[in-house]
């Protein structure tokens, strides 16, 4: 690296070649003012107000845009340059509203801090003032373009970290303005709301609207944590006044996600005192859940739990843990079942959406876990999109790969469902659902036969590749395009982008995981990625985007029926003296039940008793009305939850958890990262953090849980879990640690198999395509497809009120020309009927689906999707297909 000199008010410094003047100022603590300018955006130089003073050169220039060059002599507070900033400052005042009063952004607004530091009032430039309307539209953003200075942050941090372009300059001189096109208010646009334009804001032109009123900068404290929808794990802050949430602002320290969120990380946090949170015990008497004292409640659990532990054996209790819960949450509840209650009956909704990687990549690779760091995919070279929806399910994700886009990334998309990445991809695969396993091997034939493997790497890091390679003889392309749909030439492009690529990084979510062959379409992943050696390095791997916030740490802690914490199995011998030494029980040999058939063996009262913490399996699982049954089936059922669900309705005791704005632990998000969830509030009413509602439980039925704190209780995850063995709450700090974090000393692992694999040798799995459980036919012959939208998580941000005026219902799409044949027009209602229930819903008519399909979401209470869904599962998780079943469309008269 070339090292440059230069004297920056008299001082000797020394920078890296290709800095500029302000960098330089700002790398050796001299200040310089500015409104446009932001370190994660390119420099404009069109505010002016960065302007030094440069030995040799005629004019006052931007430091922000001006490269540093050897010998450079600079002032940056002489009187000229100090005197032309305030020249500047006038100006912007001069039609700049001056009611600071009541400004938002008082206290926390660039203009007015430089304006008092250069002593600026405005009363230089008398002249006309702007009164342009408010655009108050939205449920979110306050844009008052009487404030707006036009330094353009929010055009570029829109174009260039969120890849949306919704915003530009239109107009010119003192009519000039900023906002989305043809000079739209915001709800009309395209704009989806991600509030980045918010956050760089330097004044009160755009504010967070239900912000405004309700704290100034001074009042608030902030308080770091970490997101609890997607898996993608961002970080933000939220603004606590008077012991109450207000709102989220930006963090920009934050290790995944910098300033951006999306639309529900940012705007949706209201969701902490909706209505129908639950803030006090609940018990069932005549019929009726009524109020209780917590000493009631709990004995009540604890008597029950015991009676039928005694009477029909441990194994009639189960437990379904959380993946919006913390790790320390999820450790204690698999604890709670395996040392008080004495079984393995534990699962979670990773069986409803994950359990697939988990199970897969754990026999392709010994882990199942992403390979990668999020970080890595702007520099991506080759990005594979196969069953994942990232600019709405995984926001954040989705960004990151639009930065790579604009890098020149190559981008191969896979879905039957026209997603938005696919409109920007290089290659776009519409397969028919359902048949992922013959494309995948349908791409490692054509690699095969063009000689694209990676010889060395399969020879040197693989086994099992001779059986692989006979069965990829089965899937010539014309074959492969006959069953998928695909044309012939589309899988050889595929094939070559992938193939051919110095680094690629395979996506993948619950469009490959939800099927009856979900393991088969992981362990096809991994093939592939190991047929061309991407894997074990930067840039390139398998990498699962996990669907809730703590999907990843939730399996970690050990909340599967076949899993002790990190992935050791329960049928070890060894690995069970380990956990009996440590707890000091006596612990089942055998694998529990996992979640699909729990609802089975209640309804054979096999399973008398459930303690269901943070899910409603009525709404999410397949197959609703099978579940209700099961659940209606059982003696007793607990449920501990923040809110009032379909689930807690049926309970006979509900007990109210707490938000994770109230209480402390740790999240561990897809790409491995365990991370702080820091306490901002106390909890809601008479709630309580569910791990000491575990804690209390399992003390009332005689094991102490004697934890002083939750700091304990990682402690004690990190003693028994390699994994986790270097992890502890001070060491994560604000930045979070990537495992395996073996030891203390550790700094985390952000690319996983660099060296070798974690079983070894990765193996390749000879894998045959089957088709779906479930097809279309004459008396159903629409093929059911589900999935996300940006606007909404599951159905937890129903108790959103801000999400839930901006997308209040279900909106089925269907292609037009099946619209077309059954006369239905747009915004009109239909009954969607499948073998398992029925339900009505409005309908949009859109070609991003292909005709014979119909998608929708399951985010609606009053469209429960799931009543629809087929509950054959896949063979070796026992996940759910959601994402395949017959179902019949009906106009309603």
């Known amino acids: 690296m070339e090292w440059l000199s230069l004297t920056i008010d008299g001082q000797d410094v020394n920078v890296p070649k290709g800095t500029t003047v302000l960098e330089a100022c700002r790398l050796h603590g001299i200040a310089i003012p500015t409104l446009c300018h932001d370190p994660e955006l390119t420099s404009a130089g069109s505010c002016r107000l960065c302007i030094v003073q440069i030995e040799g050169m005629r004019n006052l220039p931007p430091s922000c845009v001006t490269q540093v060059a050897q010998g450079m002599i600079v002032q940056t507070q002489n009187p000229k340059v100090r005197a032309a900033r305030k020249t500047i400052l006038e100006l912007l005042v001069a039609n700049h509203p001056l009611n600071c009063m009541t400004c938002q952004r008082m206290g926390d607004c660039s203009l007015a801090q430089y304006a008092y530091e250069y002593g600026v009032t405005g009363a230089c430039y008398p002249g006309e003032r702007r009164q342009i309307p408010l655009d108050e539209g939205n449920p979110f953003i306050i844009k008052d373009s009487n404030k707006c200075i036009l330094c353009g942050k929010c055009i570029r941090v829109c174009d260039e970290i969120q890849g949306r372009s919704v915003l530009d300059f239109s107009f010119r001189g003192f009519d000039t303005q900023v906002g989305p096109a043809f000079n739209l208010p915001y709800h009309e646009s395209e704009c989806v709301f991600c509030g980045s334009c918010v956050s760089v804001c330097p004044v009160g032109a755009l504010t967070e609207k239900k912000m405004v009123g309700r704290g100034r900068p001074w009042e608030i404290k902030k308080v770091q944590t970490t997101c609890p929808y997607c898996g993608t794990g961002c970080n933000f802050d939220l603004n606590v006044k008077n012991g109450k949430v207000i709102g989220v602002t930006s963090n920009l320290s934050a290790p995944v996600n910098g300033r951006a969120l999306c639309v529900k990380g940012r705007f949706g946090m209201d969701m902490i005192y909706n209505s129908n949170r639950l803030a006090t015990p609940l018990i069932r008497k005549d019929g009726v859940l009524v109020p209780a004292e917590w000493d009631e409640a709990l004995n009540l659990v604890a008597t029950k739990f015991r009676e039928i532990k005694e009477t029909h054996g441990a194994n009639a209790l189960a437990a379904l843990s959380s993946a919006h819960c913390t790790n320390e949450e999820n450790y204690l509840m698999q604890k709670f079942m395996r040392a008080v209650i004495g079984t393995n009956n534990i699962d979670h909704c990773a069986r409803v959406c994950h359990a697939p990687t988990v199970a897969g990549l754990a026999v392709s690779f010994g882990s199942g876990a992403a390979t990668n760091s999020f970080e890595e995919i702007p520099d991506a070279q080759v990005m594979f999109v196969i069953g994942a929806n990232p600019t709405e399910a995984h926001p954040v994700v989705g960004t990151k790969m639009k930065q790579a886009l604009a890098k020149g990334a190559k981008l191969i998309v896979v879905d039957p469902r026209q997603i938005e990445l696919a409109e920007c991809s290089d290659l ?282 939750v700091e304990e209780v990682m402690e004690e995850v990190a003693s028994l879990t390699p994994l986790y063995g270097g992890v502890t709450h001070q060491r994560l700090g604000t930045q979070g640690l990537q495992w395996p974090v073996p030891s203390v000393d550790h700094p985390g692992s952000k690319v996983l198999h660099q060296e070798s694999f974690t079983r070894g040798k990765g193996l390749f799995v000879s894998v045959a395509f089957q088709e779906a459980n479930e097809l279309p036919d004459e008396e159903y012959p629409f093929l059911l497809n589900t999935g996300r939208k940006l606007s909404h998580y599951n159905v937890f941000t129903q108790n959103s009120e801000a999400l839930g005026t901006y997308s209040p219902e279900e909106l089925a799409e269907i292609n037009p020309q099946d619209a077309c044949r059954l006369g239905i027009k747009e915004g009109e209602w239909v009954k969607v009927a499948s073998r398992r229930g029925a339900l009505e819903t409005k309908i949009t008519i859109t070609d991003r689906v292909p005709e014979g399909m119909v998608f929708m979401t399951f985010h609606y209470m009053d469209t429960p999707t799931n009543v629809l869904t087929n509950g054959a599962s896949d063979k070796v998780s026992k996940t759910y297909e959601y994402k395949a079943c017959g179902v019949q469309i009906s106009k309603i008269a």
Not at 453 to 476: C, L, W
Not at 649 to 659: H, N, R, W
């Open 428 to 709: 776009y695969l519409r397969l028919r659902a359902g048949t992922d396993v013959a494309l995948i091997n349908g791409i490692m034939n054509i690699i095969l036969a063009n000689g694209w493997e990676d010889r060395k790497f399969i020879s040197e890091r693989t086994e099992g590749f001779a059986e692989f390679q006979d069965n990829i003889k089965n899937y010539p392309p014309d074959v492969v395009s006959r069953i998928t749909g695909v044309p012939e030439e589309q899988l050889v492009e595929a094939a070559r982008i992938y193939a051919t690529a110095d680094r690629a990084m395979i996506f993948y979510t619950l469009g490959i995981t939800e099927h009856t062959t979900g393991t088969d379409n992981v362990m096809s992943l991994a093939n592939l990625a190991m047929l061309t050696g991407n894997i074990g390095k930067k840039y390139s791997g398998v990498n699962p985007l996990r669907g809730q916030n703590n999907v990843q740490g939730s399996c970690d802690m050990g909340a599967l029926p076949g899993d002790y914490p990190g992935y050791q199995k329960v049928i070890n011998t060894e690995v069970r003296k380990k956990f009996e030494k440590a707890w000091g029980v006596t612990l089942d040999p055998d694998m529990g039940i996992m979640l699909p058939d729990m609802f089975a063996a209640a309804i054979s009262k096999k399973l008398r008793a459930m303690y269901v913490m943070g899910e409603d399996p009525v709404v999410t699982d397949a197959d609703a009305n099978h579940v209700r049954k099961g659940l209606e089936s059982l003696d007793f059922l607990v449920v501990q939850d923040i809110f009032m669900s379909e689930t807690a309705k049926m309970a006979d005791v509900v007990l109210p958890g707490a938000s994770f704005a109230e209480k402390t632990g740790t999240f561990t998000n897809a790409e491995r990262r365990i991370q702080m969830v820091n306490k901002a509030i106390e909890p809601i009413g008479n709630a309580k953090a569910d791990g000491e509602i575990i804690s209390e439980l399992a003390n009332r039925m005689g094991y102490p849980f004697s934890y002083d704190s």
